[in-house]
Structure formats: structure tokens, C-alpha cells
């Protein structure tokens, strides 16, 4: 073996030794990190442009993509409809859907100290579901009112959670996740229910929305929806160091200089905002905020400054692998991507739950 492939070698090993240690986050490791989940990302946004009941090839699918973001207009093609403007816009909103709920699970897992806490456990995504059947009911020439109540709903959703677990002792993982599963139960019962009774077409179709679904491609809501995903992640991203305090205890972040109710109203404020948009335009995908958060911790630690981009970043991932498994799994018909998560995070929620 030669010398250079011996040094090639050598440099991968240090680069793989780099990447999976748990270490402290600094600025060279969350760089390492994100820069290999977004090179990951990358080659599966192209995966899922290819894959479909009509598959594209990949060199097809890179010219498309090199054709339409870097110039050279010419006369559209039926594969370049197809990746350009049927699977394009789903697949980025499989990217905003995946990041946004993988950061709104990291945000109540980290508030709640709970690992079971996630939008769609706790009834959050039932609240934002009805919000956004309302908008659709009364203000259906106005798309925008659609994210608004659905943040909303999610946003009441949230508060009443909260108060309902919060017994003598403090708030319990017990009474955290019945509070959830109850108005969760209450709140999808109430969608069904106003689903079946209101005369109006454009509710009746819905009903696949409520399970997941991409298909829509952010209805013309995409750039709002990449515009608040992004903002909130900023956001949530500038409060990483105080949440790492608050993870240790409310008592030591306040002595340390934190101001924990500040941070505890931003931090809902944002999960229900990020929960609400996704709900608006793509239903209910449950258990993205439960599988990635905890993934990202096993391998890489509990610093939210690296949990916050790589959840963000791995969830965009888990979430189009499972919208291109919905759409190819039994082609031409199509399952909901909410039904691929649920088969996912079902077990892994039961896992964790006999663990709490």
C-alpha cells in the first residue's frame, strides 16, 4: 500500500473520529457537523427528485436544477415539469416541514426537561390543525390567515398544556403527556367533526392533509413559510446558551443570570409558531420533534448551540426520505408522509415512555 493512500486513509479515519465525537461544541465542530448533514441533505434532495411513479435520472435531475439556479432558460421539457414544478416545491417543503419540527422538539425538550415532549404528542399540531380549518372556513381569499391561526390554535394549545400538567410538585412527566394525549384526542375529534358537517367542498378534501401531506407544495405559501421557518430558527438558535442553562434548572439559570421566564415565552412563542406554519400548509407529521432531537443528542451531546442546527438539518432529511418513501412505496397511489413518521416514531415513543 502506498504512502498517499495510507495518508488518504488515515485523513478519513481522523475525519469520522471528528465528526462522531461527543465533544464540547465548538465553532469547528458544529461546522463539521452541519457541514456533512448539509452535503447529506444535499444528495438526498436530489434522491428524492429522482425518485417518484415516473423516475427521472439524476444526471437529468442535476441539469434541472444547474439549468434553473444558475441561468440558461430554454424550452421546458416533461421531466424538467416533473422535478421543476410537481416534485420541486414538495421537496422543499419537506425541507422547512422536517427543520422546522425537529427545532420545535428541541425547544420543548429542552423547556420541559422531558424527553417525551414534542408538537404532536402534546396536542400542538391538533391545535394548530384547527386553527387553520377555520381560516380555510372564513377567510379562504385571504392564504396568509392560514399560518396566523394555525399559530394560534398551536399557540393556546401550548399554554393549556402547560397549566394542566403543572401540579404541586411541578410540572410531571405523567400528567404532561395525558394533558397532551387528551386535547390531542379532543382536538382531532373536533377537525373530524367539522370536516364531516360543513358543507363546503374545498373541507372535504382535506382529509389527506390531516395525516401529512406534501403534495400541495406550500399552496403559493412556501416563500412565507421558508421566510418564518428560517427567522424562527434564528432565533431559537440565539437562545441555544440559555436554554443549555435552563436544561440544568430554572434555580442555577436565574443565579447565572438568565432570565428563565423571558426565555421560557420565547422559546413557546417559537415551537408553536414553527409547529403552526408546517400544520397550515402540509398537516399533521408527527414525531419529527421526538426521533431527531434524541438522535442528534446520542450522537453529538446535549449543546443545544449543535442539537439546534443538526435537529434542523437532520429532520429536513428524515422528513423527504419519508415523503419519497409515501410517494414510491406503492406507486402510483400515494400514502400520506404523515403515516411513514407515525410507523416510525409510534415504537420509539413507546420505547421512550416505558424509559420515563
Same mark, same amino acid.
Given at each position: 500500500?502506498?504512502? /498517499? /493512500?495510507?495518508?488518504?486513509?488515515?485523513?478519513?479515519?481522523?475525519?469520522?473520529?471528528?465528526?462522531?465525537?461527543?465533544?464540547p461544541?465548538? +465553532?469547528?465542530k458544529?461546522?463539521?457537523?452541519c457541514?456533512?448533514?448539509?452535503l %447529506?441533505?444535499? %444528495?438526498?434532495t436530489?434522491?428524492?427528485? /429522482?425518485?417518484?411513479?415516473? !423516475?427521472?435520472?439524476?444526471?437529468?435531475?442535476?441539469?434541472?436544477?444547474?439549468?434553473? $439556479?444558475?441561468?440558461?432558460?430554454?424550452?421546458?421539457?416533461?421531466?424538467?415539469?416533473i422535478?421543476?414544478?410537481?416534485?420541486? #416545491?414538495?421537496?422543499?417543503?419537506g425541507?422547512?416541514?422536517g427543520a422546522a419540527?425537529?427545532?420545535?422538539?428541541?425547544?420543548?425538550?429542552?423547556?420541559?426537561?422531558?424527553?417525551?415532549?414534542?408538537?404532536?404528542? =402534546?396536542?400542538?399540531?391538533?391545535?394548530?390543525?384547527?386553527?387553520?380549518?377555520?381560516?380555510?372556513?372564513?377567510f379562504?381569499?385571504? !392564504? #396568509?390567515?392560514?399560518? =396566523?391561526?394555525?399559530?394560534?390554535?398551536?399557540?393556546?394549545?401550548m399554554?393549556l398544556?402547560?397549566?394542566?400538567?403543572?401540579?404541586?410538585?411541578?410540572?410531571?412527566t405523567?400528567r404532561?403527556?395525558?394533558?397532551?394525549?387528551?386535547?390531542?384526542?379532543?382536538l382531532?375529534?373536533?377537525?373530524a367533526?367539522?370536516?364531516?358537517?360543513?358543507?363546503? +367542498? /374545498?373541507?372535504?378534501?382535506?382529509?389527506?392533509?390531516?395525516?401529512?401531506d406534501?403534495?400541495?407544495?406550500?399552496?403559493?405559501?412556501?416563500?412565507?413559510?421558508?421566510?418564518?421557518?428560517?427567522?424562527?430558527?434564528?432565533?431559537?438558535y440565539?437562545?441555544?446558551?440559555?436554554?443549555n442553562?435552563?436544561?440544568?434548572?430554572?434555580?442555577?439559570?436565574?443565579?447565572?443570570?438568565?432570565?428563565?421566564?423571558?426565555?421560557?415565552?420565547?422559546?413557546?412563542? $417559537?415551537?408553536?409558531l414553527l409547529?403552526?406554519?408546517i400544520?397550515?400548509?402540509?398537516?399533521?407529521?408527527g414525531?419529527?420533534?421526538l426521533?431527531? +432531537?434524541?438522535?442528534?443528542?446520542?450522537?453529538?451531546?446535549?449543546?443545544?448551540?449543535?442539537?439546534? #442546527?443538526?435537529?434542523?438539518?437532520s429532520?429536513?432529511?428524515?422528513?423527504?426520505?419519508?415523503?419519497?418513501?409515501?410517494?414510491?412505496?406503492?406507486a402510483p397511489?400515494?400514502? #400520506?408522509?404523515?403515516?411513514?413518521?407515525?410507523?416510525?416514531?409510534?415504537?420509539?415513543?413507546?420505547?421512550?415512555?416505558r424509559?420515563?
Amino acid at each position: 500500500m502506498s504512502r /498517499h /493512500h495510507l495518508a488518504t486513509v488515515d485523513s478519513h479515519r481522523a475525519f469520522w473520529r471528528a465528526l462522531c465525537e461527543r465533544g464540547p461544541a465548538t +465553532p469547528q465542530k458544529v461546522a463539521l457537523v452541519c457541514g456533512a448533514l448539509a452535503l %447529506l441533505l444535499l %444528495l438526498v434532495t436530489v434522491f428524492a427528485l /429522482h425518485l417518484g411513479s415516473e !423516475p427521472v435520472p439524476r444526471e437529468v435531475v442535476a441539469e434541472v436544477l444547474r439549468t434553473h $439556479l444558475f441561468g440558461g432558460a430554454r424550452e421546458p421539457t416533461p421531466s424538467e415539469i416533473i422535478v421543476w414544478r410537481i416534485r420541486g #416545491p414538495r421537496v422543499l417543503l419537506g425541507l422547512a416541514a422536517g427543520a422546522a419540527l425537529a427545532i420545535a422538539g428541541v425547544l420543548l425538550q429542552a423547556l420541559l426537561r422531558n424527553p417525551l415532549a414534542e408538537p404532536y404528542v =402534546l396536542g400542538i399540531s391538533g391545535g394548530a390543525a384547527l386553527g387553520a380549518i377555520f381560516a380555510v372556513m372564513g377567510f379562504a381569499e385571504l !392564504p #396568509p390567515m392560514r399560518p =396566523l391561526l394555525a399559530f394560534t390554535g398551536a399557540a393556546l394549545t401550548m399554554a393549556l398544556v402547560y397549566a394542566m400538567s403543572r401540579g404541586r410538585t411541578g410540572i410531571s412527566t405523567e400528567r404532561l403527556v395525558l394533558a397532551g394525549l387528551i386535547l390531542a384526542t379532543l382536538l382531532w375529534s373536533a377537525v373530524a367533526l367539522v370536516l364531516a358537517l360543513v358543507p363546503n +367542498p /374545498h373541507l372535504r378534501g382535506l382529509t389527506f392533509w390531516m395525516m401529512g401531506d406534501l403534495s400541495g407544495g406550500g399552496d403559493g405559501l412556501l416563500p412565507l413559510v421558508f421566510g418564518i421557518v428560517l427567522g424562527a430558527a434564528i432565533l431559537a438558535y440565539g437562545q441555544a446558551r440559555r436554554l443549555n442553562l435552563l436544561m440544568v434548572g430554572e434555580d442555577d439559570a436565574r443565579v447565572l443570570g438568565v432570565d428563565v421566564e423571558r426565555v421560557k415565552k420565547m422559546a413557546y412563542l $417559537l415551537a408553536s409558531l414553527l409547529t403552526g406554519v408546517i400544520v397550515s400548509v402540509a398537516g399533521a407529521i408527527g414525531f419529527v420533534g421526538l426521533l431527531v +432531537p434524541h438522535l442528534v443528542r446520542l450522537l453529538w451531546g446535549s449543546d443545544n448551540r449543535l442539537v439546534i #442546527p443538526a435537529a434542523a438539518l437532520s429532520g429536513a432529511i428524515l422528513v423527504v426520505l419519508a415523503d419519497a418513501v409515501a410517494r414510491t412505496a406503492l406507486a402510483p397511489r400515494e400514502l #400520506p408522509v404523515g403515516a411513514v413518521m407515525a410507523s416510525l416514531g409510534a415504537p420509539f415513543f413507546i420505547f421512550l415512555l416505558r424509559r420515563a
